[in-house]
């Protein structure tokens, strides 16, 4: 069974840092390209990064480059978000998706919650 | 980079169908795929590619496309189906970011 777990999410002041994990199972998790998308309570879904198999390239939207690094660890299995110089903006549930055909996401984790205030 | 758009809310009878679009420039170039989100879930996907369905996602729906709009359309919809409904694509301007669009409300009255 296809599993995806985040963890690392909370409370976190403006200007802070946190890193997110995300730990996969039940398939081969370096064939598959994997991203973050967020969603602020009550609204909607925004893509976030996205990485390929190995890690050798990366995206980010606009609004979380320069602050947001993705990568992955394929020996672990597992997905970082590293978030640094957070604002209250970025608070946000947090998921990681991995990429099916056509750019579509066929599984997704249940989501962290990252909450950024003073 | 490109938008999505879709309504913000749609209703349904019981037993009805009801068409959910989504539209913008890079769905002349890459493909929508749609999920569903009920609340306090993770989202999951009912159509991906042309018209595919992941297993277990009923025949109930399906998808289509033309020029720059996307439709999910649900043939008969059931109580369950009332939820959240995105629609994504790559970007036309690089493939490997990712668009939604802002989400449709589905009722099903």
């Known amino acids: 069974e296809v599993q995806l777990v985040e963890s690392g999410g909370g409370l976190v002041q403006p200007g802070g840092s946190l890193r997110l994990s995300c730990a996969a199972s039940?398939?081969?998790?370096?064939?598959?390209?994997m991203h973050w998308v967020r969603q602020v309570p009550g609204k909607g879904l925004v893509w976030v990064s996205h990485?390929?198999?190995?890690?050798?390239?990366?995206r980010y939207a606009d609004s979380v480059k320069g602050r947001f690094t993705i990568s992955r660890d394929n020996a672990r299995n597992t997905l970082y978000l590293q978030m640094n110089s957070l604002r209250a903006e970025d608070t946000a549930v947090y998921y990681c998706?991995?990429?099916?055909?056509?750019?579509?996401?066929?599984?997704w984790g249940q989501g962290i919650l990252v909450t950024v205030s003073s | 980079s490109s938008e999505l758009t879709q309504d913000p809310a749609v209703s349904v009878a019981l037993g009805q169908t009801v068409r959910i679009t989504c539209q913008g420039d890079?769905?002349?170039?890459?493909?929508a795929s749609w999920s569903q989100q009920k609340p306090g879930q993770a989202p999951v996907l009912v159509i991906f590619g042309k018209n595919n369905r992941p297993s277990g996602i009923p025949d109930r729906f399906s998808g289509s496309s033309s020029g720059d709009t996307a439709s999910l359309t649900i043939t008969g919809a059931q109580a369950e189906d009332e939820a959240d409904y995105y629609c994504?694509?790559?970007?036309?301007?690089?493939?490997?970011?990712?668009?939604f669009g802002g989400g449709t409300k589905l009722t099903v009255l």
């Open positions: 890079s769905l002349r170039s890459h493909y």
């Open positions: 990485t390929n198999s190995d890690g050798s390239s990366t």
């Open positions: 998706a991995r990429e099916h055909t056509w750019g579509s996401f066929d599984y």
């Open positions: 039940g398939f081969t998790f370096s064939n598959y390209w």
């Open positions: 994504n694509s790559r970007d036309s301007g690089d493939s490997h970011h990712m668009l």
